[in-house]
């Protein structure tokens, strides 16, 4: 009895330091979309806390109970415990947003981050309608699209294992892996009666975030399929290379670019924008944030910006500026709106959590989260002849557009 007492004591010292801990060890990292800080509490329970005497005594009767009666206990690690206990601490806030990192998911995510990274060459969002992980673009050939990977294929399943609850963080992670293996994806397409099952190879993806060519009339055009890092001297430079060759209009493709590091996205946008605001933001204290634009490359040619209901987050604070500023038209259909913003902060043990801390506002104030932007001309795309010769009636809109107001 005794000796049960002491292992009771050790057990609730080991729960109470495990979340007195990630609370102590918090740092600033590189982030997904912005940095920061956070104001840390001391070690012990904290007034309105989830750890307190009642929740640690029930972990420790849940770990009694997983030790004694789960069939394959001894194949669980401790390692594994705790960072379960991590991660349903950030699905309690119900937000698929603010994920738990593990060192090896931290590793992933840098490598991600750095454009250089081992997958299949495709963009992952969330789709709300269903609430499951789907293709939000494929990267110029990429094995997603020498695969058969669409826009809108909503991930079913990867390697047998369904995505249905499961964060978004978690379906990437297990559809990236190790160059030269092959995931296996169970999709969901539109038009489709059964599932397909798909075969996508994985490679070492250096990925071309920018591509740049001129269309008739002299009209440059630049697809941006997502803001990381390597993306604002892509964009510099494509930009460039196009007002070399006199480009009279500019059409900037946003479609199915499902955002990223927000910093980028507004050094990209004061290439452009006039003097003003690019967007701000407001955190969970009611501390407002301004990210401006001097004004000193202001764009002096006709624009226009694509977008979809794929176009999302970063997108959206490029197109709405682009919009409010009256700078450019934006075609296409309404966006898919992520008026929110994530901070992912590093434990000192290597681990990470990313957390939604703060809502986005376009250069006019508009709050966009869970309803979009509506371009200035709504134009939807023709699936159907799109497949059959590749005609793009939304591109064809801005084309027009554009050379009309062409000097």
């Known amino acids: ?42 070690s012990g329970e904290a007034e309105d806390s989830a750890v307190n005497a009642k929740s640690i005594a029930k972990l420790e009767n849940l770990e009694q109970a997983i030790s004694k009666h789960y069939y394959q206990a001894d194949e669980v690690t401790q390692e594994q415990k705790e960072d379960g206990l991590y991660k349903g601490l950030l699905e309690s806030l119900d937000d698929p947003y603010s994920v738990y990192y593990t060192k090896e998911e931290v590793a992933k995510l840098n490598d991600m981050l750095s454009g250089t990274y081992g997958g299949i060459g495709a963009y992952i969002s969330l789709d709300e309608t269903y609430n499951i992980a789907k293709i939000a673009g494929v990267m110029k050939d990429s094995p997603a699209e020498k695969a058969g990977l669409k826009a809108d294929d909503l991930i079913y399943k990867v390697d047998g294992k369904l995505t249905d609850g499961m964060s978004l963080d978690d379906v990437v992670s297990l559809v990236k892996g190790e160059e030269g293996t092959t995931v296996n994806l169970t999709i969901a397409r539109k038009g489709e009666d059964d599932y397909l099952e798909i075969k996508v190879k994985r490679e070492i993806i250096d990925a071309p975030t920018v591509d740049t060519k001129v269309l008739d009339n002299d009209i440059g055009y630049i697809e941006v399929a997502g803001f990381e890092s390597v993306t ?9 290379d196009l007002q070399s060759k006199n480009i009279k209009g500019l059409i900037i493709d946003l479609r199915n670019n499902p955002g990223g590091d927000v910093d980028v996205c ?30 000193k490359n202001k764009l002096k040619i006709p624009l226009a910006v694509l977008v979809n209901g794929n176009s999302a987050s970063a997108s959206e604070i490029f197109s709405g500026a682009v919009q409010d500023s009256k700078i450019g038209t934006l075609v296409g259909t309404q966006t898919f709106g992520k008026g929110i913003v994530q901070t992912v902060y590093s434990l000192t043990d290597g681990t990470a959590v990313k957390i939604t801390t703060a809502n986005y506002y376009t250069r006019g104030g508009h709050n966009i989260n869970k309803v979009g932007i509506t371009p200035d001309i709504e134009v939807k795309l023709d699936a159907d002849a799109y497949q059959k010769d590749g005609t793009d009636t939304q591109l064809e809109k801005a084309l027009e557009v554009v050379s009309t107001k062409r000097k």
């Open 1 to 42: 009895m005794e000796e049960d007492k002491k292992r009771s004591g050790g057990k609730r010292w080991f729960f109470l330091g495990l979340f007195s801990g990630i609370l102590a060890c918090l740092i600033l990292v590189t982030t997904l979309l912005r940095s920061g800080t956070i104001t840390l509490l001391p």
């Open 232 to 240: 604002a001297d892509q964009f510099r430079e494509g930009l460039s």
């Open 266 to 295: 507004v050094d990209m946008a004061r290439q452009i924008l006039p003097k003003g605001l690019v967007f701000y933001m407001v955190d969970s204290s009611g501390k407002k944030t301004e990210y401006k634009c001097d004004g």
